[in-house]
């Protein structure tokens, strides 16, 4: 029962700060606490087709699966523990001491307060001992192209801009991830 702040923000229409105080607002008044909240978080988690054999095959080949997201930390930590991902990157939720959120903070911040996908890539390769041209990108998201002159490859899943897909190596258009297997 919450208005989706984020699309507002995505249309330029509020600023970042602004839907996520409009959120937090909406969920006090809704009664969302920590728990109902992290509750509902996961119980509408949704796979694409294919993930679990996608983390899979990738932890069979000898790489390392991550997970870079703008989503809460706590979901994308369950999602990790599910398909097997070794690093994650997400939004912190704080909860004042009534159990209500109040902010989040990106585990690698960029200077808008989003999730930083280079300084995360950058952190994961150096914990691994490994190049960043040592890195496979899968993405939908057409705000992931700069990484693509960093990284040794990518693939445009299901591109959502003309440009994602000229700029990839690689695109796949399928309802099932596991077909972007056969490129890593």
């Avoid at 699309?7 to 839907?19: D, F, N, P, V, W």
């Avoid at 069979?60 to 930390?73: C, F, H, K, M, R």
């Avoid at 994308?76 to 903070?105: E, H, R």
Wanted: proline share 4%.
């Amino acid at each position: 029962n919450v208005p989706n702040f984020w699309q507002e923000y995505l249309s330029g229409k509020i600023s970042r700060q602004e839907a996520k105080l409009q959120e937090y607002k909406s969920w006090r008044e809704n009664g969302a606490k920590k728990d109902k909240l992290l509750m509902d978080l996961k119980k509408h988690m949704k796979f694409v087709d294919g993930v679990r054999e996608t983390f899979q095959a990738i932890k069979t080949n000898g790489a390392v699966p991550v997970i870079i997201s703008d989503s809460p930390l706590i979901v994308v930590d369950d999602v990790a523990v599910i398909i097997g991902a070794k690093y994650t990157s997400g939004n912190k939720i704080f909860f004042d001491k009534d159990g209500y959120a109040y902010d989040t903070v990106p585990t690698h911040a960029n200077p808008d307060g989003r999730v930083s996908k280079h300084l995360a890539l950058k952190d994961f390769a150096e914990k691994e001992g490994i190049k960043l041209n040592q890195i496979a990108l899968v993405t939908s998201n057409p705000e992931d192209i700069p990484l693509f002159r960093l990284l040794g490859f990518s693939i445009a899943f299901n591109p959502q801009t003309l440009d994602l897909k000229k700029s990839a190596n690689i695109t796949v258009h399928s309802k099932d991830l596991s077909e972007v297997v056969d490129y890593l």
